[in-house]
């Protein structure tokens, strides 16, 4: 905790991060720079116009967001080559000149101007360094309670929904816009299986017919950690990408600890995406849109989504029931 706060030239920001609260340390940010900045201020304006449509499936829901100023994150070309050629948008150079933040030791807290929710940040390395959750998952646990008042962290794999994978981050968004940060005790009620119950840390398997997932409950950083290092070592066993596929969603409740909702994946996008022409749909599901809320840049796609087609493309873009079972077993089998 050597290097929190102090990066903006703000005394209301420098106080808030003074008296460690760095959830309305953030709120200020994103209002200040909703002054100073206009192209935040025009990304947020779009969200009070976008249409959204609820969907329910049987114990939970999903909701579709139209949102056009999307399109460009969610078309986005992810192959190394292309990658390789741009200047990346989360380096201190690179970063647009109004765009302020807010230390968090090795990390800086930025205002996304290209909300999903209403409000929306990245939180960027201070370092151009691979997407991988190994070795940062601890972070990913600090900033969730750090940030825990008003919102939900999530990190999206570097195969599965970062528009910067070669630029660790992780992103927060307002709590409970997900429909998951609500459903989920529902949804383990009705889909959950417990695998383990150990040392105050649970874990369990969920499969709600659309969605694979493990996730793990605890009060215990250390032993979360542990576990989580189990599963990762499980996990990507069967994988020969540079890091198996997955979204996590994280969020921390005073007393009841940490929740951390793990979605396992098999595709970054469904057929759709690669079709041409009036059957070319553009979604790209990452961590929201697992966790209900999903993000559609265009309307015609927009109008489609029902039911069905989101049946299809989560059970497309999950691990399949085979492998899900093995790994449940694993965990099933942790010491
Ligand atoms: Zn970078």
């Known amino acids: 905790m050597t290097e929190m706060g102090k990066t903006i030239n703000d005394q209301q920001i420098n106080d808030l991060t003074e008296q460690n609260n760095f959830s309305e340390a953030a709120k200020n940010l994103l209002e200040r720079q909703k002054k100073t900045w206009q192209i935040l201020k025009s990304g947020y304006n779009?969200?009070?116009?976008?249409?959204?449509?609820?969907?329910?499936?049987?114990?939970?829901?999903?909701v579709v967001q139209f949102n056009p100023s999307r399109y460009i994150s969610s078309s986005a070309k992810v192959d190394d080559k292309s990658i390789n050629d741009r200047n990346c948008f989360l380096c201190l150079e690179n970063r647009p000149k109004e765009q302020e933040g807010i230390m968090l030791n090795d990390y800086i807290l930025l205002g996304n101007p290209f909300p999903i929710f209403p409000e929306h940040f990245t939180i960027a390395n201070k370092k151009h360094k691979a997407q991988r959750i190994q070795n940062n998952f601890e972070d990913l646990l600090f900033f969730s309670k750090l940030l825990s008042k008003f919102?939900?962290?999530?990190?999206?794999?570097?195969?599965c929904g970062a528009s910067a994978p070669d630029h660790l981050h992780f992103q927060a968004g307002s709590k409970n816009m997900m429909p998951l940060d609500n459903e989920y005790d529902k949804i383990i009620n009705k889909y959950g299986e417990i695998l383990s119950d150990r040392n105050d840390c649970k874990i369990f398997g969920i499969d709600d017919g659309l969605r694979k997932i493990i996730s793990i409950e605890g009060r215990e950083e250390k032993r979360l950690l542990n576990v989580f290092n189990s599963f990762y070592k499980e996990y990507s066993s069967h994988s020969d990408l540079d890091e198996p596929m997955m979204n996590i969603l994280c969020l921390y409740q005073k007393g009841k600890g940490w929740r951390v909702v793990i979605m396992l994946r098999a595709k970054h996008r469904p057929k759709e995406f690669y079709k041409e022409g009036s059957e070319k749909l553009i979604f790209s599901p990452a961590a929201c849109d697992y966790g209900g809320l999903c993000i559609i840049p265009l309307e015609k796609d927009f109008n489609r989504f029902d039911k069905d087609l989101l049946n299809n493309i989560f059970n497309e873009t999950s691990i399949v029931d085979l492998d899900f079972q093995l790994l449940k077993e694993k965990l099933k089998s942790l010491k």
Do not use: A, E
């Open 46 to 62: 779009s969200l009070n116009s976008i249409k959204t449509k609820r969907i329910n499936f049987d114990g939970f829901s999903f």
């Open 151 to 159: 919102y939900t962290v999530f990190y999206n794999g570097p195969q």
